[in-house]
């Protein structure tokens, strides 16, 4: 039964509109949710991500990614590169992106400024059709073994131009952004029923905002204390979700909790802690599922890695006489 949910999970991605994979600690990964956050950060900043969705199947979904950015000053600008890798079915799935970013800073006045930022990229899927399963293989005394009459694709490998856009709204108080990914719908699939029919990707839509909430002031040797409470929203074809919760930074250890409502039904609360010392931060996160495969999917884990290169003291003077950009602190 396993191997034929599995054949029959892998043939629908071949046609199927796909969803994108969104990291729980999506303030690690902030290029993936808008790419007008090029540049947010005060020094350039490398971001790593590991995520490992539903371990109670076997390597049911795993996805990694890797971002650099960084602002550039004299032109109001910021650029940033980022790469997503994501893993489907113990392999039978892949796919990835590469993709380049910019974002231009609009300064309205010291206290309110506009982003608008863009991304243009390739997207990769590849099909392993060696590692599928189809009912007539599957003998029911002897197992597994025969042939397939199933016709293999001419094509197991599609690579696409991928184009973003996003926006961002920054003040002293809040900010908040919006998005637009997969501009030109990009088509991933394998198989056509009918070529005049739309394969594509469908468009992502992504809407977040936060605020901040200064609970201590910091000093030259300790961090300020502080709260930061925030929503994602998410669409993209059929699939919805909204995150609504809050991250904490408590000079040199951070926490988060979120609930996660896929608007269908409850899909899981994700709890946070980790770390920052110098130019490092680490965070672990943990999805605990609520939703009908509670006690059978064993959770999701994600481990992230980030680096500001901030510690030079023209940083350190530039970052506290610019308090429009304090808001996005969780993001560094």
Avoid at 6 to 17: G, L, P, Q, R
Avoid at 130 to 150: H, S
Wanted: hydrophobic share 40%; proline share 4%; with cysteine.
């Amino acid at each position: 039964m396993k191997l034929f949910l599995t054949a029959v999970f892998s043939i629908c991605w071949c046609w199927a509109s796909a969803q994108d994979p969104i990291f729980s600690q999506f303030y690690a990964m902030p290029l993936q949710i808008n790419p007008g956050f090029a540049g947010s950060a005060f020094a350039p900043r490398i971001g790593l991500a590991y995520r490992n969705q539903w371990t109670g199947f076997n390597n049911a979904y795993r996805t990694y990614a890797a971002s650099y950015e960084q602002q550039l000053e004299r032109l109001n600008s910021g650029i940033g590169f980022n790469i997503e890798g994501d893993n489907a079915g113990d392999g039978i799935l892949r796919s990835t992106r590469l993709s380049a970013v910019y974002a231009y800073q609009l300064q309205v006045n010291d206290g309110l400024a506009f982003k608008l930022g863009v991304e243009a990229g390739a997207w990769q899927t590849n099909l392993n059709w060696d590692k599928l399963v189809f009912p007539d293989q599957i003998d029911p005394i002897g197992g597994i073994g025969n042939n397939t009459g199933e016709i293999r694709p001419d094509v197991t490998t599609q690579t696409r131009l991928d184009v973003s856009a996003g926006f961002m709204v920054l003040s002293e108080k809040f900010y908040v952004g919006g998005a637009l990914k997969h501009l030109n719908t990009p088509n991933e699939g394998f198989l056509l029923v009918n070529n005049n029919v739309n394969r594509g990707l469908p468009l992502r839509y992504t809407l977040h905002a936060g605020t901040e909430i200064i609970v201590k002031e910091g000093n030259k040797r300790t961090q300020p204390s502080f709260i930061s409470p925030n929503f994602l929203f998410v669409s993209q074809g059929p699939y919805r979700q909204l995150n609504v919760g809050a991250y904490a930074g408590l000079d040199l250890v951070f926490v988060g909790a979120w609930y996660r409502h896929t608007f269908r039904n409850s899909d899981a609360v994700i709890v946070l802690a980790g770390f920052k010392k110098d130019i490092f931060k680490v965070g672990l996160s943990y999805d605990l599922t609520v939703s009908g495969l509670a006690g059978r999917s064993g959770g999701t884990y994600e481990l992230t890695f980030g680096i500001l290169f901030d510690k030079n003291e023209r940083l350190r003077k530039k970052k506290q006489h610019a308090d429009i950009n304090n808001c996005l602190r969780m993001f560094q």
